[in-house]
C-alpha cells in the first residue's frame, strides 16, 4: 500500500493521471481507479499494490495510516 498526498484536487488528479499511464506504460495492465472525479481521494488498485493519494484535508479526516498500526501505536516494519 502508498499513501501520498497532493495539494490541492488538481494536483491529486494530476498525479494520478500520471501514474495511471506510467503503469500502463510499463506493462502491468489497466489499474481501477476510484474517486478522480472529486480528485479528494483517488485509489488506484493495480492488483498487487493499492495507492491511495489524498488532498491533506481529507488524509488528515480519514488517517488510514493508523489502521495499519500495531497496538503500541507504531508503524509496522
Not at 494536483?11 to 489497466?30: A, C, F, H, P, W
Not at 472525479?37 to 491511495?52: C, M, N, R, S
Amino acid at each position: 500500500m502508498v499513501v501520498a498526498s497532493g495539494r490541492s484536487t488538481r494536483q491529486v488528479s494530476s498525479m494520478s493521471e500520471k501514474l495511471v499511464e506510467q503503469i500502463k506504460s510499463e506493462g502491468y495492465g489497466v489499474p481501477k481507479v476510484e474517486g478522480k472525479e472529486a480528485a479528494d481521494w483517488v485509489l488506484i488498485d493495480t492488483g498487487d499494490v493499492i495507492v491511495h493519494l489524498f488532498r491533506p484535508e481529507v488524509r488528515e479526516f480519514y488517517q488510514i495510516e493508523k489502521i495499519w498500526q500495531g497496538e503500541s501505536g507504531e508503524k509496522p516494519e
